[in-house]
C-alpha cells in the first residue's frame, strides 16, 4: 500500500502504528454457508487454494531474497517478479500485455532528526529534495495546530531559514511544506494526529519544495515546547528516472464493453520482499486468474491487472487509466482493489463504497455501495464479520474513482491500531498494528496471516466470478439471456454455413 495521501473527491490519509498488547481470540465460530450466487463463483472459490497462493508467496520471496532484498519498481526484483506472474497467466490461456511507463524511483539514503543531542525517529516522505550529507542544522518553529495546521502560508509567520513543526491534518503533506517553503522554512517536520509513525509523500517530484519527514504524535507533542530550539535534519535519497511496467491480462471470452477488472500493485518498497504489502493481493489475484482461466465461460470479460510504482505515488495505475479514452472507461464496469490481504494481525476492511462511516473521503461513484455489499454479503455469510474502510486515496482504486469507475475491495490493515473491540471479534492483539512490519525489511514470508490470507481470497474469487456472470446490480447492464444466447449462436452457425457454401464448400448444409 502506498503512502499517498490524496484529495480524491475528496481523500484523507490514514495511518496509526505498534502500542501496547493486548491478545484475544474471537468467540467460539458458528458454521456459516457462503451467500447463493452463480455456479462459476462457487466452482472458483473451491478451486482458489490458500496453499496454491502461498507458493506464489515463496516465489515473491526468494526473488527478493536474489535480487538485493526487495521486489521495487525500477529493479531486477521488480522485473522478475513481473515475468513470473506473466509467464504463469501465458500458461494459462490469457493474452498478457506489459504496459510501460516512466516514474521517479526514490531509494531512502538517510533520515534522521536531532535535537539537544537526542534523536527523533522520522522517516522522509516520498519524493521529498534532500539535504546535504551532514543536514541542516537551524531553529524549530513549531507552528500552532487549528483546524487546517500549516495549509496556508498565513499559518506560519515569518519562518525564514528555520524548519517547520506542523500538525498533520485537512491537506496534503505536499500542500504543508508549500505553504512552509513560501514563509521562508528549509525543511519541514510533520507530525501524526494519530498514534503512530507517519510514512507520507509529497505526491510528485513538482511538488517537492523543501526537505520533508514524517514523525509520530507523540514525537511532535513533546517538541511542541522547543520552539527556537537548534535541531539538525538530514534526509536524502536517491532519486533518478526510470521505466517500469503494468502487467496485464484478460480473458478471451465476455463481452469487452462491460469488463471487470481487479488489480493489485506487485512492487514493495526498497525496505524490504514486500510479501504483504503487496504479495498477499497480488498472489491471491494471481491464483484467482489462474484458475479462471484465460477463457471461462463468462458474459463479462475479466480484466486482471498487476500494478508496478504504487509505492512511488500509484504511477502505475494512475498511467494506465489516464491512457484510456472516454468510451474505453465506459467499458470498464467497475474496478475491484486487492492491497494488502493477509496482514499478520489481520482486519477485514470492505472498502465503504456508500460512506455509510461517514469518515474521510464521500462515496464512491455509483455502483460502489453495490460492490462493497458483495464483499460484505460474503465475508459475513462465511461467518467473517467487516467493518468498512475509507476511500483515502492511498491505493489504486485512486484514477478509476476519479473518472467515475465504480471501485470496491479489500484491505487487512496497515500501521493503524487494532483495538480491543476488533480483538475480540476478529482476534489477534489490541493495541498492536495490523502489520507492525509495514514498509519494513520485516515484510517477509513471517509476516502473513494465512488464515485472513484464505478468507479474503475466497471473498476475491466470489465476487470477481459473480460480476463476471452479472454486472446489473452495479450498472444495470444485464447479462444475456439464455434464449438471446441460442438466437444469436444458431445465426452464427447459419452465417458459417452459408459463407462457406459461397465459397463452394461441399460439406455446407444450408437450409
Known amino acids: 500500500m502506498s503512502t499517498v495521501r490524496k ?10 502504528c505498534a502500542g501496547l498488547v493486548l491478545t484475544s481470540t474471537p468467540a467460539a465460530a458458528v458454521v456459516h454457508s457462503p451467500p447463493s450466487g452463480p455456479a462459476l463463483a462457487k466452482k472458483l472459490v473451491k ?17 527478493s531474497d536474489s535480487s538485493g532484498g526487495n521486489r521495487a519498481s525500477g529493479t531486477s526484483g521488480y522485473d522478475r517478479s513481473a515475468e513470473y506472474v506473466a509467464g504463469k497467466l501465458a500458461a494459462a490461456g490469457y493474452e498478457v500485455t506489459r504496459q510501460e511507463f516512466p516514474f521517479t524511483y526514490s531509494e531512502t539514503l538517510a533520515e534522521s532528526l536531532t535535537v539537544g543531542g537526542t534523536d527523533v525517529p522520522i522517516i522522509l516522505m ?12 537551524a531553529p524549530l518553529a513549531v507552528i500552532e495546530p487549528d483546524e487546517t495546521p500549516g495549509c496556508d502560508v498565513a499559518d506560519f509567520g515569518d519562518v525564514t531559514g528555520q524548519i517547520a513543526l506542523i500538525q498533520r491534518g485537512a491537506c496534503s503533506f505536499a500542500q504543508k511544506q508549500a505553504a512552509a517553503a513560501d514563509a521562508g522554512a528549509v525543511g519541514a517536520v510533520v507530525y501524526n494526529n494519530e498514534d503512530g509513525a507517519l510514512n507520507g509523500t509529497l505526491g510528485s517530484p513538482d511538488a517537492a519544495r523543501i526537505p520533508t519527514g514524517g514523525i509520530s504524535k507523540a514525537a511532535g ?5 522547543q520552539d527556537g530550539t537548534s535541531v539538525t535534519l538530514e534526509l536524502r535519497a536517491l532519486q533518478e528516472e526510470r521505466s517500469t511496467y503494468n502487467v496485464i491480462a484478460e480473458t478471451k471470452t465476455g463481452r469487452k464493453d462491460n469488463v471487470v477488472m481487479a488489480g493489485a500493485h506487485l512492487d514493495s518498497t526498497t525496505e524490504g520482499a ?35 510504482a504504487e509505492e512511488v505515488g500509484l504511477v502505475g495505475s494512475n498511467y494506465y487509466v489516464d491512457q484510456l479514452s472516454f468510451e474505453q472507461q465506459l467499458d ?25 462511516d461517514g469518515e474521510g473521503a464521500g462515496a464512491g461513484p455509483y455502483g460502489s455501495a453495490q460492490i462493497e455489499s458483495a464483499f460484505v454479503d460474503y465475508l459475513q455469510g462465511t461467518g467473517t464479520p467487516t467493518e468498512g474502510t475509507d476511500f483515502s486515496g492511498r491505493s489504486d482504486y485512486g484514477r478509476f474513482i476519479s473518472v ?15 483495538t480491543e473491540a476488533q480483538a475480540a471479534k476478529w482476534g489477534g492483539r489490541a493495541g498492536v498494528a495490523y502489520d507492525p512490519c509495514y514498509h519494513t525489511e520485516c515484510d517477509n514470508l513471517g509476516n502473513v496471516d ?8 475466497d471473498a476475491l474469487a466470489w465476487v470477481t466470478a459473480r460480476y463476471a456472470i452479472s454486472t446489473e446490480e452495479v450498472n444495470g447492464v444485464a447479462p444475456f439471456a439464455a434464449k438471446s444466447k441460442k438466437a444469436t449462436a444458431q445465426q452464427r452457425v447459419m452465417q458459417r454455413a452459408f459463407t462457406a457454401q459461397v465459397a463452394g464448400d461441399p460439406h455446407a448444409n444450408v437450409r
Not at 467515475?404 to 487494532?418: D, M, W, Y
Not at 494465512?450 to 481470497?457: F, H, K, Y
Open 7 to 16: 484529495r480524491l473527491a475528496p481523500a484523507v490519509a490514514i495511518a496509526a
Open 47 to 63: 478451486k482458489v487454494k490458500v496453499g496454491n497462493i502461498n507458493r506464489h508467496l515463496i516465489a515473491m520471496q526468494r526473488i
Open 126 to 137: 516520498s519524493y521529498s529534495p534532500s539535504t546535504p550529507e551532514d543536514g541542516i542544522t
Open 221 to 225: 507533542e513533546s517538541l511542541i515546547g
Open 274 to 308: 514486500g510479501i504483504n504489502d503487496n504479495g498477499t493481493g497480488s498472489a491471491g489475484l494471481l491464483e484467482t486468474a489462474l484458475q479462471l482461466g484465460g477463457s471461462p465461460k463468462v458474459n463479462n470479460a475479466v480484466r486482471f491487472a498487476w500494478w508496478g
Open 332 to 356: 470498464i464496469s467497475m474496478y475491484l482493489n486487492f492491497d494488502m490481504i493477509g496482514s499478520p494481525n489481520a482486519g477485514y476492511f470492505v472498502y465503504d463504497g456508500d460512506d455509510s
Open 404 to 418: 467515475g469507475i465504480p471501485a470496491g475491495g479489500l484491505f487487512t490493515g496497515a500501521e493503524g491500531i487494532k
Open 450 to 457: 494465512r488464515t485472513a490470507l484464505d478468507r479474503n481470497s
